[in-house]
Nanobody, 122 residues
Framework: QVQLVESGGGLVQAGGSLRLSCAAA????????MGWFRQAPGKERQFVAA??????YYADSVKGRFTMSRDNAKNTVYLQMNSLKPEDTAVYYC?????????????????WGQGTQVTVSF
């Protein structure tokens, strides 16, 4: 069973940048579908980005601003977030899925991290 630990969240002004990291222990992440989701207070969990092999997928709301990548040597995935907006404020979760499936669906993922808070101020 893989375990995921996110880091890199924090408070940033609108227009700023943050890089989230998700370190995996227990399994090799190159064999998994890896995703990022977010959940704002009072709202449903929302797909942000995913990576399968060398292919990446993004929600329309973050396309062109966020970039997901992976470092297989470090067993870590990243989410580079640029041009942040107040509406990006949420808890961001890293997730891993072994069996495949639509990357936008939370049910595709078997393991979730504990989340990291991202707050974007005006």
């Amino acid at each position: 069973q893989v375990q995921l630990v996110e880091s890199g969240g924090g408070l940033v002004q609108a227009g700023g940048s943050l890089r989230l990291s998700c370190a995996a222990a227990g399994r090799i992440i190159s064999r998994y579908t890896m995703g990022w989701f977010r959940q704002a207070p009072g709202k449903e969990r929302q797909f942000v980005a995913a990576i399968i092999g060398l292919s990446t997928y993004y929600a329309d709301s973050v396309k062109g601003r966020f970039t997901m990548s992976r470092d297989n040597a470090k067993n870590t995935v990243y989410l580079q977030m640029n041009s942040l907006k107040p509406e990006d404020t949420a808890v961001y979760y890293c997730a891993a899925g072994a069996a495949g499936g639509p990357v936008l669906r939370g049910s595709t993922y078997d393991v979730w991290g504990q989340g990291t808070q991202v707050t974007v101020s005006f």
